[in-house]
């Protein structure tokens, strides 16, 4: 430990009760919870590649940035982290992302977080960047990637498009149909034949003012019907979060529209 001997006292406190850390070339004052570095050039610029973690200079001394950041630079700061994890997860767009940090941003700067939970504003802002961007992604597909629940999504996207009067643009079944049809391995035949079948009864009592996601697993069950295709109502109902009973009902109001 000769490192030590170099800095015999803290320069904050003066307390001499001091840890080194070789790692990060530091000194550590145990009193004050100061850090301190050591003047090794050689070090600092592997600190600042390997840990993405800068430093900065002040009144002589070497402080990590994070210490520096104020609360609501460090919530922005996590929240670009947690966007590019999430981003990767959804294979979402870069200009998505971009926008929903934007309104993460907007929505931090407002104070809409105090009080809130951080992680449900952030995952809300993601779900409208997918709504705004026709992305289609559910509550339910983010929260799958999180340790919250749906209900606190759609809570904290309410209070989003209270706040900034935001215009969420509707998915259609048909934006949904190419997506489900390949989790559910159905044929190109079978996907022409839902795409014919949504066709007919676009702009129609059935259709209207429906769960887009309900409209489209029924119209998947009955092209893979006619198709022959192995596909269960439970499949679909699976993989597209819907409830048996909800697809048959829309099957039986489809059923006697195109017949």
Same mark, same amino acid.
């Given at each position: 430990?000769?490192?030590?001997?170099?800095?015999?006292?803290?320069?904050?406190?003066?307390?001499?009760?001091?840890?080194?850390?070789?790692?990060?070339?530091?000194?550590?004052?145990?009193?004050?919870?100061?850090?301190?570095?050591?003047?090794?050039?050689?070090?600092?610029?592997?600190?600042?590649?390997?840990?993405?973690?800068?430093?900065?200079?002040?009144?002589?001394?070497?402080? =990590?940035? *994070?210490?520096? #950041?104020?609360?609501?630079? $460090?919530?922005?700061?996590? @929240?670009?982290?947690? /966007?590019?994890? !999430?981003?990767?997860?959804?294979?979402?767009?870069?200009?998505?992302?971009?926008?929903?940090?934007?309104?993460?941003?907007?929505?931090?700067?407002?104070?809409?977080?105090?009080?809130?939970?951080?992680?449900?504003?952030?995952?809300?802002?993601?779900?409208?960047?997918?709504?705004?961007?026709?992305?289609?992604?559910?509550?339910?597909?983010?929260?799958?990637?999180?340790?919250?629940?749906?209900?606190?999504?759609?809570?904290?996207?309410?209070?989003?498009?209270?706040?900034?009067?935001?215009?969420?643009?509707?998915?259609?079944?048909?934006?949904?149909?190419? =997506?489900? *049809?390949?989790? #559910?391995?159905?044929?190109? $035949?079978?996907?022409?034949? @839902?795409?014919?079948? /949504?066709?007919? !009864?676009?702009?129609?009592?059935?259709?209207?003012?429906?769960?887009?996601?309900?409209?489209?697993?029924?119209?998947?069950?009955?092209?893979?019907?006619?198709?022959?295709?192995?596909?269960?109502?439970?499949?679909?109902?699976?993989?597209?979060?819907?409830?048996?009973?909800?697809?048959?009902?829309?099957?039986?109001?489809?059923?006697?529209?195109?017949?």
């Amino acid at each position: 430990m000769e490192a030590i001997a170099k800095v015999e006292c803290c320069p904050e406190c003066n307390g001499k009760s001091l840890f080194y850390s070789e790692s990060n070339a530091e000194y550590n004052c145990n009193s004050c919870g100061l850090v301190i570095e050591d003047s090794m050039p050689e070090y600092t610029e592997f600190i600042k590649q390997s840990s993405g973690i800068q430093t900065k200079p002040v009144d002589g001394r070497i402080f =990590k940035s *994070a210490w520096l #950041l104020t609360t609501k630079e $460090k919530n922005l700061r996590n @929240a670009g982290i947690t /966007l590019d994890s !999430i981003s990767m997860k959804l294979n979402l767009p870069s200009y998505a992302k971009e926008q929903a940090y934007q309104l993460y941003e907007e929505a931090v700067k407002r104070d809409l977080c105090i009080g809130r939970d951080n992680e449900s504003m952030l995952y809300a802002c993601i779900y409208n960047a997918c709504l705004q961007n026709n992305i289609p992604k559910t509550a339910l597909e983010i929260a799958i990637h999180t340790d919250l629940k749906v209900k606190h999504i759609l809570n904290a996207h309410k209070i989003l498009n209270r706040k900034f009067s935001l215009i969420a643009k509707i998915i259609e079944p048909a934006q949904l149909l190419p =997506k489900y *049809a390949s989790a #559910l391995s159905l044929s190109q $035949k079978c996907m022409t034949r @839902a795409e014919e079948i /949504l066709e007919k !009864i676009k702009n129609t009592p059935v259709c209207s003012g429906k769960n887009p996601r309900s409209v489209a697993a029924a119209v998947l069950y009955i092209a893979a019907i006619e198709c022959e295709e192995p596909v269960t109502q439970r499949d679909i109902a699976n993989q597209m979060q819907v409830t048996e009973v909800t697809i048959r009902r829309r099957y039986k109001e489809i059923i006697k529209k195109i017949n």
